[in-house]
T-cell receptor, first 112, second 112 residues
Framework: DAMVIQNPRYQVTQFGKPVTLSCSQTLNHNVMYWYQQKSSQAPKLLFHYYDKDFNNEADTPDNFQSRRPNTSFCFLDIRSPGLGDAAMYLC???????????FGPGTRLTVL | RKEVEQDPGPFNVPEGATVAFNCTYSNSASQSFFWYRQDCRKEPKLLMSVYSSGNEDGRFTAQLNRASQYISLLIRDSKLSDSATYLCVVNDLTGGGNKLTFGTGTQLKVEL
């Protein structure tokens, strides 16, 4: 089945220790997104790639970076995680902007 | 004013009841509307897109009122398995972009 896969599902890191979250898709969608979601809050868009074009949200901290080496994969790098970065990180894909998005199962990040 | 507003609930209803959620959005230029379902600690999953003429999928009916800028979701014959958070999602065309903005969700609890 076509799907969006995220690894790892759970990630524990130490304060300030870089971490990379990965996302892959078999849907062959043009757009890939990274969201941060904290408890009882809406998913917050961090950035997206339309093909190779990177689009950063204005309020996304510099601490968050992303790479998309090919259509199928996208990575979220958190350079120096703080306690406030503990959250669920969701990857999503869509065929085009403004269209329905399909989410992976998320990576739950804990920062000690 | 928030871009997408929802009553957070929770809505506690007995099994078999009919329940309706409303959502208001602030950008009159929005063109894409969706309802997503999110179970506790899981990813959002597309429930249905919302079309101008209104649409139905089994026990679920979605309606759009552009003049008043609100979207509704009606669930008939509620099942225990309908217990979840329902996210209203609207596309945001601000600044020439086209991203999806999520509401914080309405929590539904269906009880015996």
């Amino acid at each position: 089945d076509a799907m969006v896969i995220q690894n790892p599902r759970y990630q524990v890191t130490q304060f300030g220790k870089p971490v990379t979250l990965s996302c892959s898709q078999t849907l062959n969608h043009n757009v890939m997104y990274w969201y941060q979601q904290k408890s009882s809050q809406a998913p917050k868009l961090l950035f997206h790639y339309y093909d190779k074009d990177f689009n950063n949200e204005a309020d996304t901290p510099d601490n968050f970076q992303s790479r998309r080496p090919n259509t199928s994969f996208c990575f979220l790098d958190i350079r120096s995680p703080g306690l406030g970065d503990a959250a669920m990180y969701l990857c999503a894909t869509s065929t085009a902007l403004g269209y329905e998005q399909f989410f992976g199962p998320g990576t739950r990040l804990t920062v000690l | 004013r928030k871009e997408v507003e929802q009553d957070p609930g929770p809505f506690n209803v007995p099994e078999g009841a009919t329940v309706a959620f409303n959502c208001t959005y602030s950008n009159s230029a929005s063109q894409s509307f969706f309802w997503y379902r999110q179970d506790c600690r899981k990813e959002p999953k597309l429930l249905m897109s919302v079309y101008s003429s209104g649409n139905e999928d089994g026990r679920f009916t979605a309606q759009l009122n552009r003049a008043s800028q609100y979207i509704s979701l009606l669930i008939r014959d509620s099942k225990l398995s309908d217990s979840a958070t329902y996210l209203c999602v609207v596309n945001d065309l601000t600044g020439g972009g086209n991203k999806l903005t999520f509401g914080t969700g309405t929590q539904l609890k269906v009880e015996l």
